[in-house]
Each structure stands twice: as C-alpha cells, then as structure tokens.
C-alpha cells in the first residue's frame, strides 16, 4: 500500500521516509502524537488499514474497519503561537475536500467544523490536535488525522441513515492509495499563515452556514440560525431573542434542526 500511495506522489519529496503504514494501529492520532513528542519531523505521515481505537470529536469512537476506508494522520510543526491555528481545521477541511475533488470528481460540503458531508451524510472526518511548548509558548506539534470512507457499500444500522462512503457516492469502487496520495499533498501544501482565502472557501463549501440548528452543549439544547464563520473558525449562531453567540469547537456540537446536518 505504501509503494502505491508512493507511486502517485511526488518523487522530489522526502514520502518514503515521512510515511509510516500499519496493518493495524489503535488510532493513527494516538501514534502521531507518540511520535511528534519523541521528535517526527513535520509532514510525518501515519496511515493505517485499521484502527481499534480511532477517535472523533468531543471523546466520541470513529468505526476504523479493514480494507474499506482512510484513516491518516500528519505532523505538522508550524512553530506559531496557538491562536494563529485557530482556523486549522478549516484549512485542512477544505484540503480534504480538494483532494476529494480532484480525484473522484464530486466536492463534498462541509459541516461545521470538521465533517465532510454528501447529500446531508457523512463521509469524513477531522480531528485537529496540538501540543504547546511551555518554553517558547509556541505550537510545538499540530497532528491533522482524517477519517474518510471509502468503499462501504453498507453500514451498522445505528450509522445507516448518516454515514456515506465515497463508492456510495460515485457508485465506483475507489483507489485508496490514489486518494490517500491526494490527501498528503493538499495537506501537505495547506497555506496556515494565511487563512484570508481558505477561510473563504470553507465559508463557501459549509453547509451549516445560513441554517437553522440545535447548538448542543452537554444536556442542554438551544435552537438558533448559523449567521457567520469568523476567521477563526468559530460559529456565530443568533438566537429567536436576538442573542448572539461565537462557538468555538471545543465542547459543543452543533445539528441542524432536521437531522445530521
Ligand atoms: C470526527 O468524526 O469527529 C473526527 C474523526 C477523525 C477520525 C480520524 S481517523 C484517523 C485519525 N485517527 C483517529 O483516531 N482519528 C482520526
């Protein structure tokens, strides 16, 4: 699988030792960080056919089974202080949404913040995490993994009517090497020191943007209309009363009023 992901990148570049492939991994993010803190250089990539622990968003599980899907991670070390890379996963939503593009033909939309969707499913997500370095107070290490399904024809009932796969999409089995290789590199190249235009067109491509939705934050619920996506990624949602509110990711979620989306 390597030599093939190999095969479609460019060979100026240092892959075939930044790549790292497992069979089986507990969660390509788990050893990304491993690995950042013992000192991987930045565009250290992990993929892996499988993972036992992969994770989400708010301390939720991402089903990782064999031979069907992506699940990838790179380190990134932009050396910048933590709130230049408030935008990151944004940036690397809207370069998983490129690479989608350019190799299967269809732009998925994108929930905020980190899912990409097709007709109102799933069909990837991100997980941004970083580490700081109390010395300096910089970004010591940043790690983009993306979960992104691939070749489910079907999935478990309780995902059924909110996850789709991208053979379900274009009604095509998908070279995962060839995608996977499309992903490095749009991750690869995304320009974090000036989010002015990716913000742009995460604006464009999210679909949570203008909706009425359900902001989640533990056991309460409050509906409101999604009216903006500040440069920093936060939601703006404003409330029947007027009330307005910034949503940072950290511990909510956001749903629209009829469904996943
Ligand atoms: C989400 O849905 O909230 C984000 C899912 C992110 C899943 C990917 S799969 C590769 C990497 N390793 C993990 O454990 N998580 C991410």
Same mark, same amino acid.
């Given at each position: 699988?390597?030599?093939?992901?190999?095969?479609?990148?460019?060979?100026?570049?240092?892959?075939?030792?930044?790549?790292?492939?497992?069979?089986?991994?507990?969660?390509?993010?788990?050893? #990304?960080?491993? +690995?950042?803190?013992?000192? @991987?250089? =930045?565009?250290?990539?992990?993929? !892996?056919?499988? /993972? $036992?622990? &992969?994770?989400?968003?708010?301390?939720?599980?991402?089903?990782?089974?064999?031979?069907?899907?992506?699940?990838?991670?790179?380190?990134?070390?932009?050396?910048?202080?933590? #709130?230049?890379? +408030?935008?990151?996963?944004? @940036?690397? =939503?809207?370069?998983?949404?490129? !690479?989608?593009? /350019? $190799?299967? &033909?269809?732009?998925?939309?994108?929930?905020?913040?980190?899912?990409?969707?097709?007709?109102?499913?799933?069909?990837?997500?991100?997980?941004?995490?970083?580490?700081?370095?109390?010395?300096?107070?910089?970004?010591?290490? @940043?790690?983009?993994?993306?979960?992104?399904?691939?070749?489910?024809?079907?999935?478990?009932?309780?995902?059924?009517?909110?996850?789709?796969?991208?053979?379900?999409?274009?009604?095509?089995?998908?070279?995962?090497?060839?995608?996977?290789?499309?992903?490095?590199?749009?991750?690869?190249?995304?320009?974090?020191?000036?989010?002015?235009?990716?913000?742009?067109?995460?604006?464009?491509?999210?679909?949570?943007?203008?909706?009425?939705?359900?902001?989640?934050?533990?056991?309460?619920?409050?509906?409101?209309?999604?009216?903006?996506?500040?440069?920093?990624?936060?939601?703006?949602?404003?409330?029947?009363?007027?009330?307005?509110?910034?949503?940072?990711?950290?511990?909510?979620?956001?749903?629209?009023?009829?469904?996943?989306?």
């Amino acid at each position: 699988m390597k030599e093939m992901i190999l095969s479609h990148l460019s060979q100026d570049h240092l892959w075939q030792e930044r790549i790292h492939y497992y069979n089986v991994i507990d969660s390509t993010n788990t050893q #990304a960080k491993r +690995m950042a803190a013992a000192g @991987a250089p =930045a565009l250290t990539v992990l993929i !892996a056919d499988s /993972q $036992t622990g &992969g994770r989400g968003r708010l301390g939720r599980s991402f089903l990782s089974p064999a031979g069907s899907g992506i699940y990838m991670s790179m380190i990134l070390r932009p050396g910048v202080p933590p #709130a230049e890379l +408030m935008h990151l996963t944004c @940036a690397a =939503a809207v370069a998983a949404c490129d !690479a989608v593009e /350019q $190799t299967l &033909g269809f732009r998925p939309g994108i929930k905020w913040i980190n899912d990409l969707v097709v007709d109102g499913k799933k069909l990837a997500g991100i997980l941004t995490e970083l580490s700081i370095d109390p010395k300096t107070s910089l970004v010591d290490w @940043a790690i983009v993994g993306i979960g992104l399904n691939c070749n489910e024809r079907q999935f478990p009932p309780e995902l059924a009517d909110i996850a789709c796969s991208a053979a379900m999409v274009t009604g095509q089995s998908i070279d995962r090497s060839e995608l996977s290789a499309a992903l490095i590199d749009a991750l690869s190249k995304m320009d974090l020191l000036h989010p002015q235009e990716t913000m742009a067109i995460y604006r464009h491509d999210c679909v949570t943007l203008g909706r009425e939705v359900t902001v989640i934050r533990g056991e309460q619920q409050r509906n409101g209309q999604a009216v903006e996506i500040r440069q920093d990624g936060a939601l703006r949602v404003q409330y029947p009363d007027g009330e307005t509110e910034n949503i940072n990711s950290g511990e909510v979620s956001v749903r629209g009023l009829f469904g996943y989306t």
